[in-house]
């Protein structure tokens, strides 16, 4: 199949499982053109079947905002044509679905046939979709989608809460490729942050609010109580001063670093114990899955899809969101000795190889035959 791919190219997961989705589906021989503004983050290697379409924005004095919408759908309609896509695969709702409708309308009128199908990844539903500034023109584009997946059970169930929905949606979860998520021996690593053999905790996000990251760092001034640990902090967002703030009134700056953006992050979870996911809302939670691809079970908040994920008392535990001190209790139970945090690093990648991209990525290319043939999402009325 020839299948044109939208996404945000930037840290954020929903950009990461379209370039890796589109890896792994022109690994399997398909052609794939990923469009957005930027080289993405995860496209850094060499496919014969993979391109990369950038998104130009003539800039003018007339705008004070930039019309990305227009000059996407435009190279969406170029792409299209040129590369004689098949289908157009679209991640995140907002504004890649109503700019791939409107692309659909452009080429219908030049006699082109383009279904499309969009994926929705979770904020584009539970917090910025749902703002009356986006609502009509999301429900409008899900409804007009060839297609619709989403990435749990618990965002389809939003999705049809939020949203005045006719289509049928169809779940695809996150997925994992267990050949670069995997535990590495980086022993020098290890001693580098925990010279005293101390336990590291870990969590990675874009820290936006919605993250929780002083939950992590509450979490872990109690766990660094009862326990020798450090704290990796990756990624980096608008919460950051807050959160290093937060590290200076407790005092437990000496034990936590902040390592920014980071690209190799399987090299780092391959040292760690613990991952923490607090989160207020997540609709999958793709960072959890590549820890636990790298043997790092996880204490998580029980929102959204994430219960989908985590298995209580397996891979991990959950909690009710912001119960820092359940959190807090489960961890130290986690990590008090060694053949207890053995079991739960094993089981955390029994887990994980549920959603081996292996197993996933047939889905997707299941559901495109499906979306071609004209019978996946319409419910008859
Ligand atoms: O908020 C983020 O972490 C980014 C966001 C995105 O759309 O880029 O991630 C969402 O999509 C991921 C991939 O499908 C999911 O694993 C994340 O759970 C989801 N984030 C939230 O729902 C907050």
Redesign the pocket.
């Known amino acids: 199949m020839r299948i044109g791919v939208v996404c ?1 190219p ?1 840290f ?6 379209a370039v890796e989705l589109g890896k792994a589906l022109s690994d399997k021989g398909h052609d794939i053109h990923v469009i957005t503004y930027s080289q993405p983050v995860r496209l850094d290697f060499f496919s014969a079947n993979l391109a990369y379409h950038e998104v130009t924005i003539p800039k003018y004095p007339l705008f004070q905002y930039v019309p990305y919408e227009t000059a996407l759908t435009s190279k969406v309609v170029d792409v299209a044509i040129h590369e004689k896509l098949d289908l157009l695969h679209v ?2 709702a907002i504004p890649h679905a109503s700019a791939a409708f409107m692309a659909q309308q452009i080429l219908r009128s030049k006699g082109v046939n383009m279904p499309f199908v969009t994926t929705l ?4 539903i ?2 910025v979709g749902k703002d009356p500034s986006y609502e009509p023109v999301v429900t409008f584009a899900i409804n007009n989608s060839d297609g619709v997946t989403t ?1 749990s059970e618990s ?1 389809k169930r939003d999705t049809y809460s939020n949203f005045d929905i006719k289509n049928e949606i169809e779940v695809i979860p ?1 997925f994992i490729d267990l050949k670069r998520f995997s535990r590495k021996p980086k022993e020098h690593f290890k001693k580098a942050i925990a010279p005293n053999n101390e336990r590291i905790v870990v969590h990675t ?2 820290f ?1 609010k ?2 929780r990251v002083q939950d992590v760092v509450k979490v872990f001034d109690k766990v660094s109580k009862e326990i020798n640990a450090k704290l990796l902090l990756i990624g980096d967002g608008p919460e950051r001063v807050k959160i290093e703030e937060l590290c200076r009134e407790l005092g437990s700056c000496d034990d936590i670093r902040f390592l920014g953006k980071q690209e190799a992050i399987e090299e780092i979870l391959s040292v760690c114990d613990l991952f923490i996911m607090p ?1 207020e ?7 959890a ?1 590549e820890a636990m691809a790298c043997q790092v079970p996880v204490i998580s908040s029980n929102s ?2 994430i219960p989908e994920l985590n298995q209580e008392g397996f891979s991990g535990y959950l909690s009710k969101v912001g119960d820092v001190n359940d959190m807090a209790q489960k961890a130290i139970s986690i990590l008090k000795d060694d053949s207890t945090l053995n079991m739960f690093k094993e089981n955390a990648l029994v887990q994980a190889r549920k959603f081996d991209v292996n197993q996933i990525m047939p889905l997707y290319e299941q559901y495109y035959q499906k979306v071609l043939a004209g019978n996946s999402v319409k419910v008859s009325s």
């Open positions: 945000y930037t954020g997961g929903s950009g990461v499982v991640h995140y990844h979770g904020t584009d539970t917090l990435v965002l996150n996000s874009n936006r919605v993250k989160s809302t997540e609709s999958f939670g793709l960072a899955l959204g899809g």
